[in-house]
């Protein structure tokens, strides 16, 4: 395993790393001690990076009982801020909520220390030098050795770091946005801002939750449940381009999953790729892509089927910000619209 440098944080982490959604019960692997040996195989075949959140059902407890006599080998990264019941004050990144959370993801996850505390979504209702005056204490308390942000605007990245260092804080090392050969758009502005900021980047969906695997087919009928509440992955453009990206990894030799993955840690700002299989069968069809190497031939050939920078159609879980969601925040009121 070829490990890199996440960020400038001096941690060393595997190309690809560990995303543990699909071991929650509610909605992935049932099965506690399959998912288990999910983990460990994949320990064991040199991922060092486990990425889960407390959003996550019980993913966070599966990932505890794994990391068990292997913890002090792992880098292990958690989020915070996904709505975690139904009390308003359960979600967001206010100091009183983050206070709470660490200390229930450290009990689920059966440790002293999170390696990296990830802010899930922007909370757009809670100033971010709060967020960071309250992260910059679990820091200097020892419950966290570092800390990120996912899902972030580039203009709220700079913003973070500007007021990281107005206010004496510690800063985000790391962002975590969604990257694959579908959606390119963060290459325009967001892995600039990072490396610029000497951020280290997780990207998750290297597979478009599933449309890269070649189980999405045109006019096929495929065996994802989530194909059927998805609204990606019915989406004829995404799946035109999958049509031509198939040939393509069928020339270079290799499963389209395979060319899928290699692509997203080709990219000098990405530090590592979050796979996240269900079984060992899918770990296992993963592990057989550790050593393919995509060739600036088949990068180029991508590159003509989507441009960089550019999405085809957009995942259902991605960022809106406010006033995307919110009429009134992109509508003046009437009576102010008229121009004379």
Do not use: C
Not at 34 to 46: C, E, P, Q, Y
Not at 179 to 188: A, Q, T, V
Not at 258 to 285: E, K
């Amino acid at each position: 395993m070829q490990y890199r440098t996440l960020g400038r944080t001096g941690i060393k982490v595997s190309p690809y790393a560990l995303g543990t959604l699909m071991f929650a019960s509610a909605i992935g692997n049932a099965d506690h001690d399959d998912s288990i040996r999910v983990i460990h195989k994949a320990l064991d075949a040199g991922i060092n990076f486990v990425d889960t959140a407390d959003a996550y059902g019980d993913s966070e407890e599966i990932v505890g009982k794994a990391l068990k006599g292997r913890r002090d080998n792992v880098v292990l990264t958690t989020k915070v801020s996904r709505p975690m019941g139904n009390d308003p004050n359960q979600q967001g990144t206010s100091r009183r909520w983050i206070t709470t959370a660490v200390e229930n993801s450290l009990r689920r996850l059966q440790t002293d220390y999170i390696d990296l505390y990830q802010i899930h979504r922007v909370d757009p209702t809670t100033d971010v030098e709060e967020t960071l005056s309250a992260l910059t204490d679990l820091i200097r308390s020892g419950k966290v050795r570092s800390i990120g942000s996912s899902m972030t605007p580039a203009s709220d990245i700079v913003e973070a770091q500007w007021v990281a260092e107005r206010r004496n804080l510690e800063r985000f090392r790391t962002e975590q946005p969604h990257y694959s050969i579908l959606n390119r758009g963060i290459e325009r502005e967001v892995l600039p801002v990072a490396q610029r900021y000497g951020m280290g980047t997780l990207v998750w969906g290297p597979l478009a939750q599933g449309l890269l695997t070649g189980r999405v087919r045109k006019n096929q009928e495929n065996g994802l449940r989530r194909a059927g509440f998805l609204k990606h992955l019915n989406d004829d453009r995404r799946i035109d381009v999958v049509e031509r990206l198939i040939p393509l990894a069928e020339e270079a030799g290799m499963p389209i999953t395979h060319l899928a993955t290699a692509f997203t840690i080709a990219h000098p700002g990405v530090t590592s790729a979050i796979i996240g299989p269900r079984t060992t069968d899918h770990l296992d069809d993963l592990l057989a892509g550790l050593d393919v190497v995509l060739g600036d031939d088949v990068l180029g050939r991508i590159d003509e089927i989507v441009p960089p920078g550019t999405d085809v159609g957009a995942l259902d879980q991605d960022y809106m910000p406010p006033a995307m969601e919110t009429a009134s925040l992109r509508r003046r009121p009437l009576r102010e619209r008229p121009a004379a």
